[in-house]
Structures are given as structure tokens and as C-alpha cells.
Nanobody, 119 residues
Framework: QVQLVESGGGLVQPGGSLRLSCAAS????????MGWYRQAPGKQRELVAT???????NYAQSVKGRFTISRDNAKNTAYLQMNSLKPEDTAVYYC?????????????WGQGTQVIVSS
């Protein structure tokens, strides 16, 4: 059974920092691309950042320079370090694990963790 469990969300003041974690089980973590997405109230889910199995990263323009995605294959965990947080970063943040080959496509989601940026 595949599980992605996010943690680390909460309430933070503007300018503050949070570190989200996504602990994976039931998959061969090292071969999966990992991603963080977010969904604000009344908006569609959007990509925040991704990291490939090889460690290549990609960021949404709105978070470049403020957020850092990383992974620890030994711990089967992906992270999202969020600095200089803004009220518009308020959303539910979801972890995603994706793998694709010529004959296999796998895509899994966590349950989400709430991030609220407010004074």
C-alpha cells in the first residue's frame, strides 16, 4: 500500500519560514520524481516545485528564490523549505510521487497539509 504523508504545515507570519516533509512508503522512492503542489481556496491546484529521481529541480515562477525542494532517498522523504513566506502562499500543500516508463505509469498523492501565512 502506497502512502505519502505530509507534515510541517501550520500558521506563520509573513516573512517567516516553514519546512514541509513528505514521507513515502510502499514505493521504490529513489526512482520516483517528487513534487509539491498547492491549492488555495477557490483556485485550481498548481505546481510549486518538482525534483526528479536524478535531483533536477523545477519551480513555479512565484516561488523561485524563496522555496527549495529536496529529497533524501535514504529516508524516503521529500522536503519543501519555504522562506520569505507571503500571504498568497496560503494553501493546502500536497505531495506527489510520479513514475513513468514505456509500460508503467504511477502517480500518487498525499492528503495535504495546510499552510496559512497571516499576521
Amino acid at each position: 500500500q502506497v502512502q505519502l504523508v505530509e507534515s510541517g504545515g501550520g500558521l506563520v507570519q509573513p516573512g517567516g519560514s516553514l519546512r514541509l516533509s513528505c514521507a513515502a512508503s510502499g514505493i521504490i522512492f529513489s526512482i520516483y520524481a517528487m513534487g509539491w503542489y498547492r491549492q488555495a481556496p477557490g483556485k485550481q491546484r498548481e505546481l510549486v516545485a518538482t525534483i526528479t529521481s536524478g535531483g533536477n529541480t523545477n519551480y513555479a515562477q512565484s516561488v523561485k528564490g524563496r522555496f527549495t525542494i529536496s529529497r533524501d532517498n535514504a529516508k524516503n522523504t521529500a522536503y519543501l523549505q519555504m522562506n520569505s513566506l507571503k500571504p498568497e502562499d496560503t494553501a493546502v500543500y500536497y505531495c506527489n510521487a510520479a513514475y513513468s516508463s514505456s509500460n508503467v505509469n504511477s502517480d500518487y498523492w498525499g492528503q495535504g497539509t495546510q499552510v496559512i501565512v497571516s499576521s
